[in-house]
């Protein structure tokens, strides 16, 4: 998006050459990490404090050592976080008429919504065998 921005607007002022560094994918991808990273150092505090309000925790086995014992309902779900981080740098700084970006961000997100399945049977039923009340949620025995 910022590319196209970038093109945009160096096509109307054609003495702005500095725009030109939009055009070159190393600087567009280190923006692009550099983006992410301040996604989730602003926004992380944020989520933090909503998922401990809706009380997403992470349920503990109750033959856990005493020690792991104290990480009951410490929030789950940060991967909402990385993922939302990654796919708005990613929007903002690639080409969009890259299709192998495309493909990428669509596998990512799709293997977020996945483990998101799998957290979501893991609060469901209150246990941290996760795997097993997936499949037994979508039907598969």
Known sequence: MLLSLAQWLQGLHPEWSFLRVFNYITFRAVMSAMTALLIGLIA???VIRRLTALKIGQPVREYAMQTHLVKSGTPTMGGVLILLSIALS???WFDLSNRFVWIVLI???????SAGWTTGARWSTKTPKACVHARSISGNR
Request: charge should be neutral; proline fraction near 8%; glycine fraction near 24%.
């Open 44 to 46: 992380g505090p944020f």
């Open 90 to 92: 990613t929007l903002l």
């Open 107 to 113: 596998v990512t997100l799709g293997f977020g919504l």
